[in-house]
């Protein structure tokens, strides 16, 4: 069946480094793949998307690779700063396709101390 | 940025009761939505897609006659938990397309 894992359910980082988060799945062929960022009792908000045919993407200081052959993405955030603390969800589409059908992971925790 | 709201965002209810939950795009037209349910620590699981004039398409495992959707409009999708149970407490999240998919804040269930 199809399966999402993202690596970790928290990580804590000090302020200024570098946080890697990693989404890995099983029995997907998506399209494309995302990643939203949710804060405690509130609904997800998209940060980057990144398609099958693409490496990697870039936004400010998020950064997103997408690789395909060892079905995984990584997220990271340079220059963490402690408002970058919150829940970040991969999610892909669900049929390959762009009916926009997602399937979330878990999330991963990310704490970034002062 | 496209804006999308929920009503109520918390709401407390007795068992058996019903419990509309209202779903709006704000400033552009969905043609879908969708509707997902969120427990403490677990993933947004897809409950079903919510097309406009036309009936929702649920998900495997999810009861049509308990969770009743209408999408009435370009800019409205209601989802009705009706006779709630304990079980059914959860975080009901909707979301509209527009280019991307835009989340609403979020319904906080809790049934008694």
């Known amino acids: 069946s199809q399966k999402i894992e993202q690596n970790s359910e928290a990580l804590n980082i000090q302020e200024g480094k570098t946080a890697t988060l990693t989404c890995n799945y099983t029995n997907y062929s998506p399209a494309y793949l995302q990643w939203y960022r949710q804060d405690p009792g509130r609904g997800p908000v998209f940060l980057l998307l990144i398609r099958e045919n693409e490496k990697e993407k870039r936004k400010e200081r998020l950064k997103v690779t997408f690789d395909t052959t060892l079905k995984q993405s990584l997220f990271h955030i340079t220059a963490s700063q402690p408002a970058d603390s919150a829940t970040y969800l991969c999610?892909?589409?669900?049929?390959?396709?762009?009916?926009?059908?997602?399937?979330f992971g878990k999330g991963t925790l990310l704490t970034v101390n002062p | 940025g496209a804006v999308v709201s929920q009503h109520p965002s918390r709401v407390i209810c007795k068992s058996g009761t019903s419990v509309k939950i209202e779903c709006r795009s704000l400033?552009?037209?969905?043609?879908?939505m969708f509707w997902y349910r969120q427990f403490p620590k677990q993933s947004l699981m897809l409950m079903a897609t919510s097309n406009e004039g036309s009936k929702a398409t649920y998900e495997q495992g999810v009861e049509k006659d308990k969770f009743l959707i209408n999408h009435a409009s370009l800019t409205l999708s209601t989802l009705t938990v009706t006779s709630a149970h304990p079980e059914d407490s959860s975080f009901y999240i909707c979301?509209?397309?527009?280019?991307?998919?835009?989340f609403g804040p979020g319904t906080r269930l809790t049934v008694l």
């Open positions: 999610a892909l589409d669900g049929s390959g396709g762009s009916n926009y059908k997602l399937t």
């Open positions: 979301s509209a397309t527009h280019g991307e998919q835009f």
């Open positions: 400033d552009f037209q969905a043609t879908t």
